[in-house]
């Protein structure tokens, strides 16, 4: 009876340290996300037609975004590969400007009109620690530059978010996150009237 008790013991201890490490190694693991911003808002309709070179641009420093623990050492990096989310950017971007009433190329403009979206920063941060619940940090910013017979409109637009938590964020629930960040980042440079005035002139 004392030997079965004994294993019985054993193998609760190596499953408990299996859980552990599991658990450690999906909380030091990276998360390489995949978000799908998509604007959600009406453009101003300004266009007739017109042509517009649509250019999207990742203008960040790092693809990192940031670590889940705070810990700049940490493994537990947060990323958005430019490869991924350009392409994303250059949809939207071209989506916006044909509901503006422009056509819009990825030709190069050549001293034609032109709107180049670019994103500036996005980041992920740890937040203040509470009793209970911890915090999430991210912003964005994007940058929309609009040119047309010598004139240039630069507009910049920051999305900020805090999200609290008591169990930390999974993958999804981080691409989540930054996918309404960016989308919201989206919604305030295509609802610009200023942006879509110049490109009409």
Not at 11 to 25: D, E, M, N, T, Y
Not at 31 to 45: E, G, I, K, T
Not at 69 to 77: E, I, K, L, N
Not at 107 to 131: H, M
């Amino acid at each position: 009876m004392m030997g079965r008790t004994r294993s019985a013991g054993r193998i609760l201890s190596i499953i408990a340290g299996l859980s552990a490490s599991i658990l450690l190694a999906a909380c030091s693991s990276p998360h390489n996300l995949q978000p799908m911003p998509q604007r959600s808002v009406d453009v101003p309709v300004a266009g007739q037609g017109q042509q517009v070179s649509v250019i999207a641009a990742d203008g960040r420093e790092s693809e990192t975004l940031g670590t889940r623990t705070g810990s700049a050492s940490s493994t537990s990096t947060i990323s958005v590969a430019a490869h991924e989310i350009v392409p994303r950017l250059q949809a939207e971007a071209e989506r916006a400007v044909a509901d503006m009433g422009f056509t819009p190329t990825a030709a190069p403009a050549n001293g034609g009109t032109s709107l180049t979206l670019t994103l500036k920063r996005l980041s992920y941060a740890r937040g203040e620690s509470r009793p209970v619940v911890d915090e999430a940090r991210l912003e964005s910013v994007l940058e929309a530059v609009a040119t047309n017979g010598g004139e240039t409109y630069t507009g910049t637009y920051t999305s900020r978010r805090v999200q609290t938590y008591a169990v930390a964020p999974d993958k999804a629930e981080n691409t989540r996150m930054v996918q309404d960040l960016l989308s919201d980042g989206l919604n305030r440079a295509f609802a610009d009237p200023e942006l879509a005035q110049l490109l009409a002139r």
